[in-house]
Nanobody
């Protein structure tokens, strides 16, 4: 079992920044690729970003367009999502998730075994 707890969400004006964090506990953190997903009001959950077990490969959804950066610190069992130039359409609950596909974490939510409870991000216009 891997337990994941997100933090760092909040209310921010358009153009602002937030840094989400996800703290992991349980099994060896470096065994897992880590991903961020989000679910906006009335929308399906969608992929945002992912990082491989070593932190040297990152993957992003097209809509990120260079605004977000995913990173991890295996010594601290944490993964972060730095979000800049936020837009109102980024409003969603953001989830971190762990996958055993540690070398190439896929953008498909069904391939992730463990999920956090989510943190709300609201971007005002």
């Amino acid at each position: 079992q891997v337990q994941l707890v997100e933090s760092g969400g909040g209310l921010v004006p358009a153009g602002g920044s937030l840094r989400l964090s996800c703290a992991a506990s349980g099994r060896t953190f470096s065994n897992y690729g880590m991903g961020w997903f989000r679910q906006g009001p009335g929308l399906e959950r969608e992929f945002v970003a992912a990082v491989n077990w070593g932190g040297d490969r990152t993957y992003y959804a097209d809509f990120v367009q260079g605004r977000f950066t995913v990173s991890r610190d295996n010594a601290k069992n944490t993964v972060h999502l730095q979000m800049n130039s936020l837009k109102p359409e980024d409003t969603a609950v953001y989830y971190c998730a762990a996958t055993l596909l540690r070398d190439r974490p896929a953008p498909r939510s069904v391939l992730y075994s463990y999920w956090g409870q989510g943190t709300q991000v609201t971007v005002s216009s």
